[in-house]
């Protein structure tokens, strides 16, 4: 009986353990929230919905994953979700990288320069003879203004 319960309790300490191991560092440091605008030139896809060109705003409540962003602008509020993170210097200008295929952008990332955080998006898997038939994919950066504490 007494053997049973060292090893129900160094089970559960090792399981403890494993889940403190596998914490993401970088999203436990950034739990403050983060805004910020930026403008589109052109028409972008991000995460599946169509955003037209134009003004938006957007707030970052907190960086945990899967972290969530509220985007208004033209259209309304939408709201992003992220599964991708990556931690990086914070010297840079904010901004959001598309990538442009033909007539088709999608955003790929997003770049808080004040937490130093990149947050990665999927874009669609395009076939070879599709990326030959519509020339070559191109990236472009826009700049976005961001404050977080």
Same mark, same amino acid.
């Given at each position: ?11 559960? !300490? ?11 560092p970088?999203?436990?440091?950034? !739990? ?43 259209s ?13 210097n914070?010297t840079?200008?904010?901004? /959001? ?17 004040? /937490? ?10 395009? !076939?070879?003879?599709?990326? /030959?038939?519509?020339?070559?994919? !191109? ?11």
């Amino acid at each position: 009986m007494k053997t049973n319960r060292i090893r129900i309790l160094v089970m559960a !300490s090792l399981a403890l353990l494993a889940a403190s191991a596998c914490a993401n560092p970088a999203a436990a440091q950034i !739990s403050a929230p983060c805004k910020g605008t930026f403008t589109l030139p052109q028409e972008v896809r991000w995460q599946g919905r169509v955003l037209p060109a134009g003004d938006y705003s957007f707030v970052l409540q907190s960086a945990s994953l899967p972290a969530l962003i509220e985007l208004r602008g033209p259209s309304g509020v939408d709201v992003l979700m992220t599964a991708g993170l990556s931690n990086d210097n914070k010297t840079e200008q904010s901004f /959001l990288t598309i990538e442009r295929r033909g007539d088709f952008g999608y955003v790929r990332e997003l770049y808080l320069a004040p /937490l130093g955080v990149h947050f990665n998006y999927s874009v669609p898997k395009v !076939s070879r003879e599709e990326l /030959l038939a519509k020339g070559p994919v !191109s990236t472009e950066r826009v700049l976005v203004s961001s404050v977080g504490n």
